[in-house]
Nanobody, 127 residues
């Protein structure tokens, strides 16, 4: 079992930056792929970014490409999402997710491919 706790959300002006963190506990952090998703009010949860368990491969939704960066620190059992040039449409609850038994350099972008989820952290972007 894996427990995930997100942090770093908050209120920021458009054009600003936030760094989300997701700390994992409960089992080894290696051999797991990680991802970030987000859900705005009244909308479905959408894929944002993913990183392989090796950290070599990353993948982003087109809407955040060039502005967001996903990274991980396996020694700290933590994955990060650096969000720059934030826009009002980035406002959502952001969730991190873990997929166990991942291939070393593979990323995953479908919700069904993940086994564990955090509770989410709210990001609000004012215009």
């Amino acid at each position: 079992q894996v427990q995930l706790v997100e942090s770093g959300g908050g209120l920021v002006q458009a054009g600003g930056s936030l760094r989300l963190s997701c700390s994992a506990s409960g089992r080894t952090f290696s051999n797991v792929a990680m991802g970030w998703f987000r859900q705005a009010p009244g909308k479905e949860r959408d894929f944002v970014a993913a990183i392989s368990w090796s950290g070599v491969t990353t993948y982003y939704a087109d809407s955040v490409k060039g502005r967001f960066t996903i990274s991980r620190d396996n020694a700290k059992n933590t994955v990060y999402l650096q969000m720059n040039s934030l826009k009002p449409e980035d406002a959502a609850v952001y969730y991190c997710a873990v997929r166990r038994s991942a291939y070393r350099d593979s990323y995953y972008q479908r919700e069904s491919e993940y086994h564990y989820w955090g509770q989410g952290t709210q990001v609000t972007v004012s215009s």
